[in-house]
Structure formats: C-alpha cells, structure tokens
C-alpha cells in the first residue's frame, strides 16, 4: 500500500501526530517513509503546467515539508523518472 501523503516536518506540531498514527494504523504491516524532493524551480513549474493546482502552494511547502522529517529512503524526481524513483524504493527497501 502506498500512501501519498503531505507532512509538514517539525513546523507543523500535527505532524508528528500524523505519523504516529499512520504507524499506528499500519501497525501489521512494514512502515516506510519516504521522502519525495525537487527543486523549488521545478514544483512552481509542474504546479503552473498542472493547471490543478493553486499557484503558490508549492512555494509555501516547500521550506516546511521536509524540515525535520526523518525519511527511511529520499529520491530526488528531478533526477529520476517516476519508474526510476519507484524501482530505488522497491531495491533500497527490499520491496
């Protein structure tokens, strides 16, 4: 099961809450996070292209997502194609 989920580090006190009941909910199963980056230049482009998104969201996560998150593995899709990025999680993960 994947979870597509946006957490907001440790600026965010719901956070840690989030995680600790995504554990806890997932309790049965094997827990990973992962932490999915790009550069600031390449989400302002893919939410302005989108044409779904509200233009600035990303802008505004983007110094709060990752602050203080601790993730089990991070891929970078700026350098990675989404199957690239899902063929690291499942190798470095041992999915």
């Known amino acids: 099961m994947i979870v597509d989920e946006v957490l907001f580090g440790n600026t965010e006190a719901g956070s840690a809450r989030a995680v600790a009941e995504y554990q806890s909910l997932l309790e049965p199963y094997d827990f990973y996070m992962v ?3 790009a550069s600031l230049d390449v989400l302002e482009e893919r939410e302005r292209k989108r044409g ?4 600035g969201l990303s802008r505004w996560q983007y ?3 990752h602050d203080g998150m601790t993730y ?3 891929v970078n899709t700026e ?5 690239a990025c ?10």
Do not use: H, Q, Y
């Open 79 to 83: 350098d990675a194609s989404p199957l």
């Open 72 to 74: 089990d593995l991070s």
């Open 63 to 65: 110094e709060r997502v």
């Open 86 to 95: 899902a063929e690291l999680i499942k190798v470095n993960l041992n999915l």
């Open 35 to 37: 932490g999915v980056f």
């Open 52 to 55: 779904d998104r509200t233009l």
